[in-house]
């Protein structure tokens, strides 16, 4: 069983939709959730991070985590063109050997159209 | 906000040849630079922890003595692909952690390395 599984997507969908996008991870030692936004040929940008079961928004953005089921999600609202990117979850757990190291998801490439 | 700059952006060599990335956090100091290996579509792959003035940590299968890392100040970390082939062609991303909280790495904008 891989550590993280994300919908792989492609996802395209016309300018005004919401948007889910959903990773589960098996590795319950995991402290922070985060999600990253990648444009293409850049580096990824830190979206939102969470580190508690729950929702939190940020603007058009909210990002869900149940820590009870190793499920997270992010909802975008109001979807525009610019937001087409790629979009990666991303683990972290601060501790032993692997302190800072960021476990990714396969990436999901959203595409919204006018 | 934070600011990881990497350089060069794109670069092709020759097969057998060595190339250089550099990886400078701008605006902070880096106790901690990662370096990770991103294939067409595919997510980001770990190859190496580097922390100031000690030895890389890598990843399991990822050749220390082809792709060395030197993190030589709290600013810099260069990563070295030595004899490169052209399966080594991808694009190589360097993060910096080291700002106010240990959770947030703040990564650069990739270096395109094409082998020919």
């Known amino acids: 069983q891989k550590e993280v599984e994300q919908d792989p997507g492609p996802l395209s969908v016309p300018e005004g939709a919401i948007v889910s996008l959903n990773c589960t991870y098996s590795n319950s030692a995991f402290q922070y959730f985060m999600w990253y936004r990648q444009y293409s040929r850049k580096g990824p940008e830190l979206l939102m991070y969470t580190y508690s079961s729950g929702n939190k928004e940020d603007g058009r953005f909210t990002a869900q985590v149940d820590k009870s089921s190793k499920y997270i999600s992010l909802f975008i609202r109001d979807s525009q063109p610019s937001d087409s990117a790629t979009y990666l979850c991303?683990?972290?757990?601060?501790?032993?050997?692997?302190?800072?190291?960021?476990?990714f998801g396969q990436g999901t490439i959203l595409t919204v159209h006018p | 906000g934070a600011v990881v700059s990497q350089h060069p952006s794109r670069v092709i060599c020759k097969s057998g040849t060595s190339v250089k990335i550099e990886c400078r956090s701008l605006?902070?100091?880096?106790?901690?630079m990662f370096w990770y290996r991103q294939f067409p579509k595919q997510s980001l792959m770990l190859m190496a922890t580097?922390?100031?003035?000690?030895?890389?940590?890598?990843e399991q299968g990822v050749e220390k003595d082809k792709f060395l890392i030197n993190h030589a100040s709290l600013t810099l970390s260069t990563l070295t692909v030595t004899s490169a082939h052209p399966e080594d062609s991808s694009f190589y991303i360097c993060?910096?952690?080291?700002?106010?909280?240990?959770?947030?790495?703040?990564f650069g904008p990739g270096t395109r390395l094409t082998v020919t």
């Open positions: 991303a683990f972290l757990f601060l501790g032993g050997t692997s302190y800072g190291k960021l476990t």
């Open positions: 993060s910096a952690n080291g700002g106010t909280t240990n959770y947030e790495q703040y």
């Open positions: 605006d902070f100091q880096a106790t901690t």
């Open positions: 580097s922390n100031e003035g000690s030895k890389a940590t890598y």
